[in-house]
């Protein structure tokens, strides 16, 4: 599978935005999806991630409350709803896939083999 991530911009904090995850090949509905992000010059950060096929949700404590991960079947894609949004929270997003059910934590990054390009989100303070 192909992900697609967008929905990337410049907001002002306290803002909102949604980032989507799309699949442009195949169908990832038996795909358990995360997001990620980096700042530059330091490491790739877990953000969020719902599992499949329970759909529980999983986030990482600075976005816990703020962010609300999401999926939509029929679109094939998943959601980064992101809201009071902080000039912290400023970085590269990745969405990521693992095929099936993952055991344990899905805040590694190598539980997941397919990766998005990276969608850029800039919070002015």
């Known amino acids: 599978v192909q992900l697609q991530a967008s929905g990337g911009g410049l907001v002002q904090a306290g803002g909102s935005l949604r980032l989507s995850c799309a699949a442009s090949e195949g169908t990832f509905s038996s795909y358990a999806v995360g997001w990620f992000r980096q700042v530059p010059g330091s490491e790739r950060d877990f953000v969020a991630a719902?599992?499949?096929?329970?759909?529980?949700?999983y986030y990482g404590d600075s976005v816990k409350g703020r962010f609300t991960i999401s999926r939509d079947y029929a679109k094939n894609t998943v959601y980064l709803q992101m809201n009071s949004l902080k000039p912290e929270d400023t970085a590269v997003y990745y969405c990521?896939?693992?095929?099936?059910?993952?055991?344990?934590?899905?805040?590694?990054?190598?539980?997941?083999?397919?990766w998005g390009q990276g969608t850029l989100v800039t919070v002015s303070s």
């Open positions: 719902i599992r499949w096929p329970t759909g529980s949700t």
């Open positions: 990521a896939a693992q095929r099936g059910a993952i055991a344990g934590t899905m805040a590694v990054q190598r539980r997941y083999d397919y």
